[in-house]
């Protein structure tokens, strides 16, 4: 059996939660390889909303294993907070749920430094969500960080220590801070976590895929906030590309098998960093009004913008992405033209059509302009109800980014979900 990985390709929030759980009935396993709880995953089904922030997409179906793998970075009193949430709404977790001991601990004061970093750097903020994942991923990298199994053994001794040198820094900072409540609630966050199957993941998915287990990895963020091939310094603090499946899950780079991206119909982005189709006019905030486009997690406005064909091409080349899933297509429904960056005008005058080292503000977007489809697409089941106007709009997307585009999304529910047929 081999290993599919699913993964956002532009600046995240495309929608993977949703479309791991359409595809999770095909799966015997759903594994998390990378990121922390600031990745909100939005799930709607049966009247409910569900905000996943640690725990994989794939926890809503019964007979399915869950891991949370080595390459996750773990806040024991949000994981709690998230999972007694979901054991109240009647699911199970510590029956469906596997947590791996190498993934890294996101302890109190690693969110006191990512406060205290970015007040630091002031206009240059990064804009993270301050819950602590790049200074966890930054001790991890540095070889101070602690870990799931950690708890197992001999765990105060080695957060004392930990806390220790986060204070040290905290106190070179001059940043004022008070994690009493907090730590006492992370400490019950680690009680917690002892009562569920903490496996060796590596071992874990290894031994699944021997007995012919079918398994589906869910990545976090997206493509364009990759640590090393995103818009850098604007960047998540993990690799969010396909290859972090192989490092964050312990599976080797053959195991690989369909690659499935997800994208928007157009683009967004959260937080500080170059984005260069984004509109700062009426369109863009129709696009954000129609799209409820707010995190899941931080409720930040996100900025908006038209389809960015350039980065995708990147963002393809590097996941090596065998299909393509394009969701909120129904949040263009009324747009009497739409419009798709093919390329980017440089300070220079250049025109390129690769994405370049360094994407600023003076990279000016080129677009194709295409026929709006004037249709309420929440209403159609099958593709072959899709108006001319949007069956163009998917062949022109297919055709510049020579990858099929298998899945259709046109509304947050799980039945909104279109499965193109002539799409192998």
């Known amino acids: 059996m081999k290993v599919d990985v699913l993964l956002g390709l532009q600046w995240g929030d495309e929608g993977k939660g949703k479309v791991v759980d359409v595809l999770t009935p095909h799966y015997d396993v759903v594994a998390r390889f990378q990121g922390g709880p ?75 430094l990512d406060r205290a970093y970015e007040t630091a750097k002031g206009k240059e ?3 993270t969500t301050g819950k602590g994942i790049g200074p966890t991923y930054t001790d991890k990298v540095s070889r101070n ?36 409540d907090m730590e006492k609630t992370w400490f019950e966050g680690i009680e917690y976590i002892k009562q569920f199957h903490l496996v060796d993941s590596e071992h874990e998915i290894n031994n699944l895929l021997k007995q012919g287990k079918a398994v589906l990895c869910e990545g976090a963020q997206g493509t364009m906030l990759d640590v090393d091939f995103g818009s850098y310094p604007f960047v998540t603090s993990s690799n969010t590309v396909c290859a972090g499946a192989c490092t964050g899950l312990g599976v080797s780079p053959h195991a690989i098998g369909e690659v499935f991206g997800i994208i928007k119909a157009y683009c967004t982005r959260v937080g500080a960093g170059p984005f260069p ?76 059509d690769y994405f370049p080292f360094d994407v600023d503000e003076v990279v000016e977007p080129v677009y194709k302009e295409l026929p709006g489809w004037n249709a309420d697409l929440t209403k159609m089941t099958n593709e072959s109800q899709f108006p001319k106007a949007f069956k163009d709009y998917i062949a022109f997307l297919e055709k510049e980014l020579e990858t099929p585009i298998k899945i259709v999304s046109v509304g947050p529910d799980r039945e909104q979900t279109i499965e193109r047929d002539n799409v192998v």
């Open 38 to 112: 600031n990745a909100g995953h939005t799930l709607e089904f049966e009247g409910q909303k569900y905000v996943l922030r640690s725990i994989p997409s794939g926890i809503f179906q019964g007979d399915k294993i869950n891991i949370i793998g080595n390459g996750v970075v773990l806040d024991p009193a949000l994981f709690m907070e998230e999972a007694k949430a979901l054991e109240a709404s009647g699911h199970p977790l510590k029956e469906r749920l596997r947590i791996s001991k190498k993934a890294h601990l996101i302890l109190p004061t690693h969110r006191m």
């Open 125 to 127: 903020k990064v804009g």
């Open 145 to 180: 960080g602690l870990r799931v199994g950690d708890i197992l053994s001999n765990f105060e001794e080695k957060y004392a220590k930990a806390k220790a040198r986060h204070e040290a820094i905290l106190q070179s900072l001059d940043f004022e801070y008070d994690i009493t």
């Open 277 to 352: 189709t984004e509109l700062f006019d009426d369109t863009g905030r129709k696009i954000r009004d129609r799209g409820h486009e707010y995190g899941a997690v931080t409720g930040r406005e996100r900025r908006c913008g038209w389809i960015d064909l350039v980065a995708l091409k990147y963002a393809i080349m590097i996941n090596g992405v065998t299909k393509l899933i394009m969701m909120k297509s129904d949040v263009l429904d009324n747009f009497e033209t739409v419009k798709a960056c093919v390329a980017y005008k440089l300070k220079s005058g250049e025109i390129i």
